[in-house]
Nanobody, 124 residues
Framework: QVQLVESGGGLVQAGDSLRLSCAAS????????MGWFRQAPGKEREFVTA????????YYADSAKGRFTISRDNAKNTVYLQMNSLKPEDTAVYYC?????????????????WGQGTQVTVSS
């Protein structure tokens, strides 16, 4: 099995930047697709971005495209989410997830392993 631990969330002002990290353990990190999802109060968990096994291919939700960047460092068993130009509507709990299927994976049902989530709050 895989254990995932997110970090880097916090309270920021609109327009600020934030970088989330997800540390993985328990499996060969370079063999699975990694994704980021988010869930706001009263809403369904939604896809944000995903990155392929090699890191050569990335996919973004329309809400994240142009502002967010996903990357991975397989040597450190870590995936990152760089978030720029944050908006109040980005406020949510952010979760990282792992899948042994190949990307693009945009559904939460495609991911078997999940972290505990980290809160991101953006004030206006």
């Amino acid at each position: 099995q895989v254990q995932l631990v997110e970090s880097g969330g916090g309270l920021v002002q609109a327009g600020d930047s934030l970088r989330l990290s997800c540390a993985a353990s328990g499996r060969a990190f370079n063999e699975y697709t990694m994704g980021w999802f988010r869930q706001a109060p009263g809403k369904e968990r939604e896809f944000v971005t995903a990155i392929s096994w090699s890191g050569g291919t990335t996919y973004y939700a329309d809400s994240a495209k142009g502002r967010f960047t996903i990357s991975r460092d397989n040597a450190k068993n870590t995936v990152y989410l760089q978030m720029n130009s944050l908006k109040p509507e980005d406020t949510a709990v952010y979760y990282c997830a792992a899948s042994y299927m190949s990307s693009p994976l945009r559904s939460k049902y495609d991911y078997r392993y999940w972290g505990q989530g980290t809160q991101v709050t953006v004030s206006s």
